[in-house]
């Protein structure tokens, strides 16, 4: 089994995302651990006794947790860490490391930011976040018995 290469576009520009060696693999995830796992207790608190719904109590309580355990030394390692191993291209040009750029890219887009974040634990730690891992079979959940925003017009 190799290491694995993703390519994804986002908001016009595509990232290349290159799977972290098993080290820094295992201790980015006893890191993001720390701040997930306290909103995780909250969802499994917050079901019902048949283990089939979520409390909207218990959503904004795991949401609370995982405000309240990032540090900003957090999510400045991750970006570190995963801007390291990606590369972009923006508007058809060559790739470069995300790292060389980073500040002007997401230079006022934040959601940008975590959108790529969010792809970079996709391609790190699909098996436990897909619906047959633990974590997957939980935020599926989550998501089932979230309410669906309203469309934007």
Same mark, same amino acid.
């Given at each position: ?26 201790? %980015? ?12 207790? +909250?969802?499994?608190? *917050? $079901?019902?006794?048949a283990? !089939?719904?979520?409390?909207?109590a ?5 949401l609370e !947790?995982?405000?309240?355990? %990032?540090?900003?030394?957090?999510l400045?390692?991750?970006?570190t ?5 990606? +590369?972009v291209?923006v !508007? ?9 750029? %980073?500040?002007?890219?997401f230079? #006022?887009? $934040?959601?940008? %930011?975590?959108?790529w ?9 699909? #098996?436990?976040?897909?619906?047959? *891992?633990?974590l997957?079979?939980l ?15």
């Amino acid at each position: 089994m190799g290491v694995s290469v993703e390519e994804k576009e986002i908001g016009g520009s595509t990232y290349r995302v290159t799977q972290l060696g098993f080290k820094q693999s295992r201790k %980015m995830w006893v890191r993001l651990t720390h701040i997930f796992g306290a909103a995780a207790k +909250e969802i499994l608190t *917050g $079901l019902d006794a048949a283990g !089939a719904d979520v409390s909207m109590a218990a959503i904004g309580s795991s949401l609370e !947790a995982v405000l309240l355990n %990032m540090e900003d030394e957090d999510l400045d390692h991750a970006c570190t860490v995963f801007g390291a191993c990606t +590369e972009v291209r923006v !508007a058809g040009g060559e790739y470069t490391s995300l790292s060389l750029v %980073m500040d002007e890219l997401f230079a #006022g887009d $934040l959601p940008g %930011m975590f959108a790529w974040l969010g792809f970079c634990l996709k391609v790190n730690y699909s #098996g436990f976040l897909d619906g047959n *891992g633990a974590l997957g079979s939980l935020f599926q959940t989550f998501r089932a018995k979230s309410p669906n925003p309203s469309p934007k017009e």
